[in-house]
């Protein structure tokens, strides 16, 4: 049986067309912007994405902070994963705790919390201090931790957790088979979700990065934006549309298995 | 010798003594109904022998080996549980097949052995569906398929049927008996309906506060309850708390009546007791004088009438229940003058303690 689709309210359509103007229209103005030849400051060139495609730190800091996105939605997750599928089988009233938790790293400053971070880490080894993918992943899990947590908090409260295990268990499921074959897929979306935020702040983040002297993407940008507007511009055109395309990616991988990935609630 | 015994078995929850020393012993092939009201321990009793929960004292012994300290998904025990539990992310056929992939079955092995299990539970049709296209009726029908594939040496049952509308659930009751007669897996049963429970058991076990108050054959808790929970929680039960007047003669006297009843031979005068009689066994006649002389006949008026069916249920001031044939029912409307007999020989006797409450006190409607 399927239901009609509803019939849209013509208010419904006007407050989409506002949210859209909203979010489209600084975008297209920075395409607009982006596209003024630098020697006349008169359309059309694309002189600056040329310049930008050619530059190699483009590629070099783009390719650092996707790498290092990948590396803190990997670590959150087998991180949290586990975590927050533990608090709800077995100690649930943690549950309110580690939400506490979780508003932390919105609390303290960036600032704050990567001049700790150095101080804390100082004496650490070169390959964790001096690296990207060691102090940074770290500082960026923190970071994301609260969008993974309640994403995940969230997943798992759409789905009967205790009876899923035991039902698995009881038919020989072993805890590590029991989470990756029963609870894993049916969690996924909101696992996806929480990665696709993780995703969005490393791709963004600019104060920890900058003040922890590493040269990631929104640095890029930054350097970018003070030496030549146009450039700027094209620059963060084109951040946005390989930040969407690795999201279209990972929803498309995340989505390939059968299946529903919404659980639907028992009826 | 026993197939499934549980020796002794105490869990407490804080001070919660959910079991306190459950016994049971349970041939093999044999059905088993653990049957009492809610937080009596029943469930309790249940997840201990799947393994979901430890006791703190006691042995589960399973075909003479102890199984206590076992991990569950070590012990193949099948389960079907009361919420559904089907894996929203595997169809039909995947959630049965699940269990034989853990036993690293062969592909041609579990394919045949999903057919027929879910040809078996009347699914054949649904192989390839997920569990949100099915109904809470087929979902229950996969999930039993699911605990036996693994061929499970106990199959346990929480309260199946309990989400299921009244007719899927009679229906499919009465499956569950005939795949368990026809494979003879011993099984393990929770309900709280002691209808289902009468209806599919071989043994029915009535717990009340962490203990079996009882335990037999479904026709023996129906017609010879041993204590006063047991009597009011099967079926319905009229329950006259009594004093012996004269032990030789039989004779009690209730609420001032003396009433003959035979149980109560033998018994000391001026013992408490409490005799039961089914509402199918009080006769009701409509009273056209006011008490009656008759023996045996208690007076009153009729307080409520519950349409049935075949019979009618009356409510007689003085907390009498008596049932009868709708037709003669309707001689006596709610208001009429009554007189019902105690029959002299049907009724049952159980001794109550001198002091304190005859039992816990039930609701007569909802047992």
Redesign the interface.
Known sequence: MRLRRPKIAPSAVVWLVLAALYFLVPLVATFLFSIRSIQTNKCCSFAAYTAVIHNGDFWHTLRVSFVLALEVIVISLILFVPTVYWVHLKVPRLRPVIGFLALIPFVVPPIVMVVGLLKVYKGAPEWFYNKPSGILAAAYVILAFPYMFFSLDAGFRS??VH??T?????????WP?TLV??IL??IRAAALAGSFLALAIVMGEFTIANLAQFHTFPIFIQYIGETDPYQASAVTLVSFGITWLAMSSLLFIGRKRG??TQ??G?? | MPYLELQGLHRNFGPVKALNGIEVQLGQGEFLSLLGPSGCGKTTALRLV???DRPDAGRIVVDGKDVTSV?????????V?Q?????????AAQNVE??LK??RRGREDRRKRVHDLLELVGLGHAVDR?P?QLS?GMQQRV?LA??LA?EPRVL?LDEPLS?LDAKVRVQLREEIRRIQLELGITTLYVTHDQEEALAISDHVAVMYGGVIEQMGTPAEMYTAPSTPFVAEFIGTMNRLEATIRDGASGQVDFAGTTLQVDAARGRRAGERVLILVRPEALELEASTNGASSEQNMLSGEVIAQTFLGPVTRLKVSGGLIADMSTGRAAALPVGARVNARVPAEGAKLLSLPDDGPASPALDPDNP
Do not use: C, W
């Not at chain 1, 035991?166 to 072993?174: N, Y």
């Not at chain 2, 991990?71 to 389960?79: E, L």
């Not at chain 2, 919420?83 to 169809?91: C, D, E």
């Open positions: 789905i009967d009876t899923l035991e039902a698995s268990q009881s038919l020989g499921a072993s088979r074959r029963v897929p049916n299946g529903p659980v639907v028992a009826h | 799947a393994g979901f991990a569950p998904s070590k012990r193949d025990m099948g389960m549980f919420a559904y539990s089907l894996f929203p992310n595997m169809t699940f269990g853990i036993r997920y949100h809470g999930a699911r605990a693994i346990l989400a």
